[in-house]
């Protein structure tokens, strides 16, 4: 795919951005498993969140392949921090943009769209994952107030102190055996509704991820979004075009993972020579390089078909699963070219490798890709 001047201006200035102010943070962070809101507002200042909405609400209004390509380029360097834009913009601000009223719009967009707040994105439960309908938090709607009662596990962006609340999937009546599903905002700071943050993940230790607890948790009607009992529906279209901000996110993290094992490979001398010059070696880094490049070609292609108004859910369940098998591939050879030195906290390969374990998970697994992509095949 040939990629415009603008594609590629913002590649450049992503990369140099990435570079310059998040690698120096980068391993100190995850040490401390830090969420910086400093580094977050300045990704907020050159334009990283709000990048699809258009300049109405405060956004930019570019096509999705340039979103895309700024995640891949913040997770070439950092995963924690791709992780807080991508969640930003295809989880916090999408479903508000799409299924949102004219009041919703005006009055969160704007603020997400400066990067100097947050929204999360309400779904997973401890009990429904992959499962999404087993969803058991509930809301009933009574004199005009909805009462939630219920928890949500592993939300991203959702208890940092800039956020300003969650989009969140309820369960809003029963028809027979059918559960009715809709979808609500909740502020935090709202009685009855308790944000906790997760600590001590093996991944993306400086990105937000918290705990979401509803007791007795009461908004006002017109906090639902879309209409009532479209909540499968918003939150499935949503994941769509989160599969390809994942998708970027494997492309980010095999790309500086084959960076890294590069530059390490001209650098090792054994046997009297760089191992990069001895086949063992130069073999694997060819097999990195080809997958990393058909990866870039299928997400790029997913994205294309979604900028031009045409089918792409199935290519974006193909390339979010492709794209984190080969970060897990990349980032594995990587490990053994660097050998013990692989191994230790003060190489950067070692954050990779534990920062592409979650892609094979979050946002639908990789069985769950294979299934929807299954099902568009008619199997």
């Not at 390809?244 to 650098?267: D, T």
């Amino acid at each position: 795919m040939i990629l415009t001047n603008e594609h590629n201006l913002i590649r450049e200035s992503v990369r140099d951005f990435a570079e310059r102010e998040i690698k120096p943070l980068a391993k100190e962070l995850d040490a401390k498993q830090e969420f910086s809101v400093e580094l977050t507002k300045k990704m907020g200042e050159i334009g990283l969140f709000g990048m699809i909405v258009s300049q109405e609400y405060g956004g930019q209004g570019l096509d999705y392949l340039s979103y895309i390509i700024a995640v891949e380029e913040l997770a070439r360097i950092d995963g924690s921090q791709a992780a807080t834009v991508a969640a930003g913009n295809s989880l916090g601000m999408n479903p508000i943009y799409y299924f949102g009223n004219e009041e919703h719009k005006k009055k969160y967009l704007p603020r997400l769209c400066s990067g100097q707040y947050l929204f999360g994105f309400g779904l997973t439960e401890p009990q429904a994952g992959s499962d999404s309908r087993g969803t058991k938090t509930t809301a009933k709607l009574e004199n005009g107030e909805w009462t939630i009662n219920g928890s949500k596990i592993f939300i991203t962006n959702a208890s940092s102190e800039i956020t300003l609340g969650s989009i969140v999937q309820v369960v809003s009546g029963v028809k027979g055996q059918d559960k009715e599903f809709s979808v609500l905002i909740v502020e935090n700071g709202t009685p009855g509704f308790t944000v906790k943050t997760m600590h001590d993940k093996m991944m993306w230790r400086a990105s937000n991820t918290a705990e979401l607890y509803f007791d007795e948790c009461k908004v006002p009607e017109n906090y639902l979004m879309g209409k009532r009992g479209e909540g499968s529906k918003i939150m499935l279209s949503t994941l769509d075009c989160g599969r390809l901000a994942i998708g970027a996110m494997g492309l980010g993290c095999a790309q500086g993972a084959f960076e890294l094992a590069l530059n390490y490979s001209k650098e090792r001398v054994q046997f009297g020579k760089p191992i990069c010059k001895q086949q063992a070696v130069s073999f694997k880094l060819a097999d990195m390089a080809l997958k990393v490049e058909l990866a870039r070609n299928l997400l790029y292609k997913a994205c294309w078909l979604r900028d031009n108004n045409k089918p792409f859910a199935m290519e974006a369940a193909m390339s979010k699963l492709y794209c984190s098998e080969v970060a897990k591939e990349v980032a594995d050879e990587a490990v053994q070219i660097h050998g013990g030195y692989g191994l230790m906290k003060d190489y950067d390969i070692e954050r990779f490798y534990r920062d592409q374990r979650l892609l094979q998970i979050g946002e639908g697994t990789s069985e769950i890709q294979r299934l929807v992509i299954a099902r568009y095949l008619g199997c």
